[in-house]
């Protein structure tokens, strides 16, 4: 089915089992790490004077998939440097009541729409997503949508920053859903990204949510029937 419909929550009559929805750019508007990063990052305007033409001179790295973690883990490393990994829930809530005053929710109103009919029909809803673990876990928490779990990557302490301990990305999702008692297959899979392919092929039904078109044609081709290109606002 490649409907460009949003998809009607009523369609939604699958076992009561797993809904697995991906966070960034398919739940929310942005990419929620970097965002947060980058706040982080502005809150001490050294970082930015000795980081930034660090970051520049290693840009070409990020086009390279293969060397595209390099900078991103030299950011990341950056912005929490001088800082534990105890204090990231504190600064993870900081950073989500700032977003939220200026821009409102951090979810498409369409996504949580579809949480909320899953909920309601007493299946498991479990978001798996690339972003820090708490920091994702903040954002569920402060738009009221605690009975949502939350499998998501983690840091850990390294010469006076953080770095990633694990993240949950590509296959990486799938064993640690495996890990926290979520076991494919899953009732119905959502994301926006073809490094979710491995995820969406462990689910019985797929929505592909407002991916780009070349990558909504080789989603639907190599997933098939069941399933669907949506576009949530």
């Not at 700032?98 to 979810?107: A, D, E, I, P």
């Not at 109103?109 to 009919?117: D, L, Q």
């Amino acid at each position: 089915m490649t409907a460009g419909a949003n998809g009607d929550p009523a369609e939604l009559r699958a076992p009561a089992q797993v809904a697995v929805f991906d966070l960034d750019h398919t739940l929310t508007y942005w990419d929620t790490a970097a965002r947060f990063f980058l706040w982080l990052l502005g809150r001490d305007p050294w970082k930015w004077a000795l980081g930034a033409p660090v970051l520049l001179l290693l840009s070409p790295l990020a086009l390279v998939s293969e060397t595209r973690g390099i900078p991103v883990r030299l950011a990341v490393w950056l912005a929490t440097f001088g800082r534990g990994e105890e204090t990231l829930a504190v600064l993870a809530r900081a950073h989500i009541t700032q977003v939220s005053m200026r821009h409102g929710s951090f979810l498409r109103p369409e996504g949580r729409v579809r949480i909320e009919a899953h909920l309601s029909k007493g299946h498991t809803v479990v978001v798996a997503t690339g972003a820090l673990e708490i920091l994702a876990r903040e954002i569920l928490d402060a738009e009221r949508l605690t009975e949502v779990a939350v499998v998501g990557s983690s840091l850990r302490s390294r010469l006076g920053g953080l770095v990633v301990r694990r993240h949950c990305h590509g296959l990486h999702k799938i064993a640690m859903l495996q890990e926290r008692g979520f076991a494919p297959p899953w009732a119905v899979v959502y994301s926006d990204h073809e490094s979710d392919l491995p995820l969406l092929q462990a689910g019985t039904r797929q929505f592909i949510v407002n991916a780009k078109p070349q990558t909504v044609i080789r989603l639907l081709a190599l997933l098939g029937p069941s399933a669907t290109a949506v576009t949530w606002r």
